[in-house]
Structures are given as C-alpha cells and as structure tokens.
C-alpha cells in the first residue's frame, strides 16, 4: 500500500517563496511508485487549501486561483488522522494522512506551529518535533543550550520590542563596547537571513535594530566571529547520518538573503578545504548540537571555524532549504546519498 504524504508548502512568513522553490524540489524527486503526494498549501495570509493542480503552479507561485484550490483544515481527533475538503460550508472530501511533511521555512511553520498541530492531529511528522522546531528557531535560547554543553557561542544580549528604544540603544551601545565592532544584529526568530544586519559603526545600530524589529519581537546583537562558516546535514533520530562538511566562502560582507539564493560573489565548497581531522571534530560538535537541542528526522547544523581552529556554534535550520541544489543535498550528495535517498530516509524517520 502507498502512503499518503502530505506536502505542506508556502506560508505565512516572509520565506513564503523560499517554500515554494523547496517544495517544488521535493515533489519532483518523491518516488510515486511509493507515495500517494497530497499537496497542501497555505497562503502567504495563512489559509489552508487542497492544491490539484499542476505542480509546476506551486514554483512560479500561480498555484493559488479558484480552479486548482479547495479550503482544508487538518481534523485535531488523533483517532482520524485526516484532512478535512470543504467548500461553501460543507465538507466534499476526507483524506488520511500517512504522515506530513511541512516544507516550510521560517515563521509559522519550521518554528514548531504546524508541527503541533500535525502531533495533536496524531500525524507522523517528517522532520523535527514542535519541542526542537521551536527551540532551534529561537537563537537565543538555542544558544544558552548549546553553550551549556561546552561548545562557543557568540556573545551577545536579547532586547525585546516592549522597551523604548532610547533605552534599548544605551544597552546595545554597552554590548558593543565590550565586543567591538562589527557585529550582527538579528530578529531572534527568523531565517534566510531577513532582517539581519553587519553593522561596522555606531552610526548604523539604530537602523539595524529597528529592520530586525521589522521581522520579530526580539532582537539579538551578536559579537562578529571572525573566520568562515561551516555546515553539516544531519539526519536521523537515535542513530545520525551526517554528510560532509560545507565551507561558504565570502567575498565580503556576509551570507545574506542574495547570496545564499544566488551565489553572486560567494562559493559553496563540499568537502570544506580543511583537514579530514578538523572535518571529524565539526560532525562531532555538529551531532552534539543536534540532540542537545532535541532534533529528530532531520536538520542543518551552521557553524564557524575561526582562524585559530575553534568552532563555534551559529543556529540549527529545522527545515534547510531543500531544492537540489541547496546546501543540506549537497553535503549529502558528497557523501553519496542522492536527493530521492534523502527524501525516502527522512519520511521513514517520521515520528
């Protein structure tokens, strides 16, 4: 008997497109002699709908008209396990879910939201539980973890929206004395680097908090790390598989929104230019990070290498972008497990 995967795409989060071009990837390469696909989407307003239209609909973003869409909702009765069809007040169509697949990134989505809603709903979710998805979104907090467990971590401080900013700004200024500059101001909740900031002179803290505020309620400010990030692509519940470690290679600047989507002036390098000793040491704080911070299924675990070989932890993507091309298939891709292989190992791994 096939499974009845339900692929959740779009939402409603400022990474709504970033969704789209993930999903679309992962559609394609689903093994339909395994899968039964019902493709779920959500608005980038929050509304849920039954897609049956053409797949390619969903990565040019035309997925969402009146022919190809009919409202749904996931039923929470964990004995039915079921989305619920309903148009003009009346349900048309009930459809199981074997399990769930939120490719979803950002807000309302890889921050735990969907994911409890699929556990009440008693739906095997693929990926990261709500516990893990929503500590791993808050970089604050997974960074407390972390630290705790012995692995660096940025200094830095947390400042919330409630507090005016004059006072705000006194405290940031504080920080920044004690970490010079640069540093990088940050929504605490968000990802594909929206709302971040490189900020080299006293001059541009105010703007850079106030964009962060822009995509959250908190903002944290970070000391710069010098060195290049590191990344390792890890699956799996009791037992992890991790790929081979990722080098970026900037220019200059930063891995923001436009280089980490295009690649204008920066590379990727899988394997990482480093010594097969240090690559073992990166997997190992990598898998560390990955159960103190209670991650199942799968996850993207980001670091830096500093010049004098020190890693030190950055944040963990619950669900990374995950096209073909992205950074999470290609480390597995190196260590030759191909994209269809991914995507038949982590829905096995649901839970």
């Not at 500590?135 to 972390?146: E, N, P, Q, S, T």
């Not at 040491?281 to 675990?301: D, E, H, N, P, S």
């Not at 669900?319 to 191909?338: N, V, Y």
């Amino acid at each position: 008997m096939k499974e009845n995967i339900g692929v959740i795409f779009g939402g409603c989060s400022s990474e709504y497109g970033v969704s789209l071009h993930s999903a679309s990837a992962v559609i394609k390469n689903l093994d339909r002699e395994k899968y039964n696909l019902v493709l779920i989407g959500i608005t980038g307003t929050g509304d849920w709908y039954y897609f049956e239209g053409a797949e390619e609909k969903i990565e040019n973003d035309t997925w969402f008209n009146e022919t190809d869409c009919t409202p749904a909702c996931i039923l929470p009765n964990k004995s039915d396990r079921k989305m619920l069809v309903y148009k003009d007040g009346q349900v048309t169509k009930e459809i199981c879910l074997d399990k769930a697949f939120p490719v979803l990134h950002g807000k309302n989505g890889e921050d735990g939201t969907v994911q409890g809603l699929l556990e009440l709903a008693g739906i095997p979710v693929v990926g990261c539980d709500l516990v893990s998805s929503a500590i791993c979104m808050d970089k604050y907090r997974a960074h407390k973890l972390v630290e705790g467990v012995g692995v660096r971590v940025a200094k830095s401080a947390v400042f919330s929206d409630a507090v005016p900013m004059d006072i705000i700004m006194e405290d940031v200024d504080a920080l920044v004395r004690e970490t010079g500059f640069p540093v990088f101001v940050k929504p605490v909740k968000a990802g594909s680097s929206y709302g971040i900031t490189k900020v080299y002179k006293k001059e541009m803290l105010s703007d850079a908090v106030k964009a962060a505020f822009e995509y959250d309620n908190q903002v944290i400010v970070e000391e710069n790390i010098e060195g290049f990030e590191v990344g390792c692509a890890v699956m799996g519940n009791e037992e992890l598989t991790v790929g081979e470690v990722d080098e970026i290679e900037l220019s200059e600047g930063f891995f923001d929104y436009t280089e980490k989507y295009n690649l204008i002036t920066s590379a990727i390098h899988v394997p990482a230019r480093i010594s097969d000793d240090k690559a073992q040491k990166i997997k190992k704080t990598a898998m560390l990070i990955y159960k103190v911070l209670g991650c199942c299924g799968f996850a993207r675990v980001d670091m830096f290498l500093t010049p004098d070989g020190e890693i030190v932890f950055n944040e963990v993507n619950t669900i990374p972008g995950f096209t073909e091309h992205s950074r999470f298939p290609g480390m597995m891709r190196a260590r030759g497990i191909s994209f269809s292989q991914i995507l038949d190992t982590v829905i096995g791994l649901a839970k």
